[in-house]
């Protein structure tokens, strides 16, 4: 079973620095791009940054510059560095990675598939 797990986030004043974790783990075989959302309270869940495979990186307009995508294929993980960080980033932040996993009904094989972290919460205070 195919698992995201982030860590990192909390609370920080206007202006400071935050990094984000997220660790894939189960039977992978491969992993495609992976990004970074964000859901603020009452809005649509955001795409803030993605990467692929191969290391090429997109960013919302609103982050450019300010925040930075990076990824360990040898650890399956990706990061997010979030410096002069603004209260309208204030959001849940999700990890998210196209995967492709060995999975097993009644026989094995292979299942590409979304998936989704549990959410960890960046608060910025001004």
């Known amino acids: 079973q195919v698992q995201l797990v982030e860590s990192g986030g909390g609370l920080v004043q206007a202006g400071g620095s935050l990094g984000l974790s997220c660790a894939a783990s189960?039977?992978?075989?491969?992993?495609?791009?992976m990004a970074w959302y964000r859901q603020a309270a009452g809005k649509q869940r955001e795409l803030v940054a993605i990467i692929t495979s191969g290391g090429t990186t997109n960013y919302a307009d609103s982050v450019k510059g300010r925040f930075t995508i990076s990824r360990d294929n040898a650890k399956n993980a990706v990061y997010l560095q979030m410096n002069s960080l603004k209260p309208e980033d204030t959001a849940v932040y999700y990890c998210?990675?196209?995967?492709?996993?060995?999975?097993?009904?009644?026989?094995?094989?292979?299942?590409?598939?979304?998936?989704w972290g549990q959410g960890t919460q960046v608060t910025v205070s001004s």
């Open positions: 998210n990675a196209e995967i492709l996993a060995r999975k097993y009904s009644g026989g094995y094989y292979n299942n590409l598939d979304n998936y």
């Open positions: 189960g039977s992978i075989l491969k992993i495609n791009a």
